[in-house]
């Protein structure tokens, strides 16, 4: 069956602090990869996404990912964090309807 | 272009009412997703429409729950009879193709329901 995992339930950083969210899938097929963020109480918003191609996948507002087959990961990195990144993030694998992790909260500090 | 739109965003019903969501997708887009969201849990998969078709309804609920994605409107997820536990936020997702390599879902921004 398909699922996704999300490791890090609530993660608070200080700003200029790395960020590294954790995201594991299970899916046998060819996946689509994708991360989503929510702000507070807004609509969810398409932050990267991986079809295929070069594993290390840029996105908005300075976040990357990088798709390793053989840990069946797509972890979501950002180097520096602003207190403007707090938000929920969501991990979600795609074989046909979207599947999403249960998601990360993210407090960052000013 | 519009994105996504959604409505009403906020929607309160007291046990046993019906409750009617309104998705109308981006402009272009012929694919239509429901998603729901239950407190401190993630975004769960619903129902996936085409127009007039249903493609599937795997993660609906069996009673109380249909949804329709008519020739001419916007989508609509319709709960009937509705019971505390439907209390969530249901999400609608629209994308201009269907399993292709490219797609991608857009999302609206929500209907909050809340059931007294």
């Known amino acids: 069956a398909q699922s996704v995992s999300q490791h890090n339930h609530h993660v608070i950083l200080s700003e200029a602090a790395s960020l590294e969210l954790g995201c594991n899938y299970s899916y046998g097929g060819t996946v689509n990869l994708f991360w989503y963020v929510q702000y507070p109480g807004q609509h969810l918003q398409l932050l990267l996404k991986?079809?295929?191609?070069?594993?290390l996948v840029k996105g908005i507002k300075g976040f990357e990912a990088e798709f390793i087959k053989s840990k069946f990961s797509f972890n979501l990195r950002k180097p520096s964090v602003q207190w403007s990144d707090t938000a929920e993030y969501f991990c979600a694998v795609r074989g046909g309807k979207l599947i999403f992790g249960q998601g990360t909260t993210l407090q960052v500090k000013p | 272009n519009a994105g996504v739109m959604q409505n009403p965003r906020h929607l309160v019903r007291r046990r046993g009412q019906e409750a009617r969501l309104r998705c109308s997708p981006m402009?272009?887009?012929?694919?239509v997703y429901w998603y729901r969201q239950l407190p401190e849990e993630g975004l769960k998969f619903m129902v996936y429409?085409?127009?007039?078709?249903?493609?599937?309804e795997s993660g609906m609920p069996k009673e109380r729950f249909s949804a329709e994605f008519p020739k001419e409107g916007p989508s609509i997820l319709r709960i009937q009879q509705v019971v505390r536990g439907d209390s969530a936020a249901y999400f609608c997702a629209s994308s201009p193709l269907a399993g292709g390599h490219e797609e991608t879902q857009y999302f609206g921004p929500g209907t909050r329901l809340l059931v007294l």
């Open positions: 402009k272009g887009h012929s694919h």
């Open positions: 429409l085409q127009k007039e078709n249903i493609i599937d």
């Open positions: 991986y079809f295929s191609g070069d594993p």
